[in-house]
């Protein structure tokens, strides 16, 4: 048993009802297909039951969802669209924040409720899907076996540094970028005391509307008149990229209209540009891929874990390193777009790191 927490919607007033999660899947669907039918089918629901939930929450809501169109399927209405972005955008802002408290407080009940004194590990990560991903596996296996804090990679260094956490996860750049970006990593670092183990590699870029209607091809069509941007939070490695690149390019970021809109994951990101409030944010190529964007790649970068260089004994960190090198771990990872998990569950030298990043 773990504890987990979700987020669900309800219309208040006087006759307060709870929207059914079926709603929100159905209209994925029918975004995705086209069709009523296609879209019940793959959710396993009948296409009665899929209809009443549209017409059920068309009237509650005062607007219809979806239009049947004679010979051409079915579509989301404007409203339909602005409610899947909503939920998209909810669950893309509040998701890791949630998981983070659940993992919290989950270690804290399994702490009085273990058997055996095997804390769970304490790991403060960049939020990444290969990293959710890995403490689900991790969790599968024992539950309450990672305690994971999601916050920026900077941040989630420092918290290491003090000693608060055992694992920290950050992103590092190749190339010139991340030789320019590597101080401000490496000064948290200490290669006597601790190692680097490699979790995946991914890229990341600009992600457009689908088609890039708006022609952005490079960060200074960021200026155009009309273009908007929405940006990821200070402290964040995306943000430190965002801030590097613009920087580079010679151009000034704060007359970029957007530049201060501000989110804290890459589908959040990936939400606001999938709903027309912002033209192009910068992002992981999977994220882009999971809501149909348009993606130009950037940068390339490596996702790691730093650890104290004697925990690589501890039973815990073998499992994790065991995990990163399992088939299963590489096959779910191969299937998101971007990723690449050949070097995943290596150790790093941490001083060669920094250098081929040069």
């Known amino acids: 048993m773990s504890i987990g927490f ?3 919607w309800k219309l208040q007033g006087r006759d307060a009802l709870q929207i059914e999660p079926d709603l929100f899947n159905l209209l994925q669907e029918i975004e995705g297909s086209g069709s009523l039918l296609v879209a019940s089918r793959t959710l396993g629901i009948s296409y009665r039951y899929a209809w009443e939930l549209i017409r059920k929450w068309s009237a509650r809501i005062g607007h219809p969802l979806a239009e049947l169109q004679r010979g051409r399927g079915t579509k989301l209405t404007a409203m339909g669209a602005k409610l899947l972005w909503a939920q998209r955008k909810v669950n893309a802002r509040l998701g890791p924040m949630l998981e983070s408290l659940a993992s919290e407080i989950d270690a804290e009940i ?7 004194e095997v804390p769970p590990l304490r790991a403060h990560a960049s939020h990444g899907l290969a990293i959710a991903i890995l403490r689900d596996m991790l969790n599968a296996m024992d539950a309450g076996a990672i305690d994971l804090q999601f916050r920026g990679s900077l941040d989630s260094l420092r918290v290491y540094r003090n000693g608060k956490c055992d694992i920290a996860g950050f992103h590092l750049p190749e190339g010139r970028l991340g030789a320019e970006l590597g101080p401000r990593f490496r ?3 200490d290669p ?5 183990v490699h979790v995946v590699r991914r890229d990341q870029g600009m992600m457009t509307a689908p088609g890039n209607p708006r022609k952005i091809a490079r960060v200074k069509d960021l200026l155009r008149k009309g273009i908007v941007m929405v ?3 200070p402290g964040s490695g995306t943000r430190l990229i965002v801030d590097a690149i613009l920087a580079d390019a010679g151009v000034d970021a704060h007359k970029i209209r957007g530049y201060g809109n501000e989110e804290f994951t890459h589908m959040a990101v990936a939400a606001i540009v999938a709903s027309g409030a912002a033209d192009a944010g910068f992002g992981i190529r999977a994220a882009a891929a999971q809501l149909g964007l348009s993606f130009i790649p950037l940068v390339q970068e490596n996702y790691l874990f730093v650890l104290r260089r004697e925990r ?3 039973a815990e960190i073998a499992r994790l390193r065991e995990l990163l090198r399992s088939d299963e771990y590489r096959r779910r990872i191969a299937a998101l777009p971007g990723y690449d998990a050949a070097l995943s569950g290596n150790v790093i030298d941490m001083e060669s790191l920094f250098q081929s990043a040069s």
């Open 312 to 314: 690589l004994r501890t």
């Open 110 to 116: 399994r702490g009085m409720m273990r058997t055996k």
């Open 6 to 8: 979700e987020v669900r």
């Open 231 to 233: 940006n990821r939070q």
């Open 187 to 189: 000064r948290l670092l």
């Open 192 to 196: 006597a005391e601790d190692v680097l």
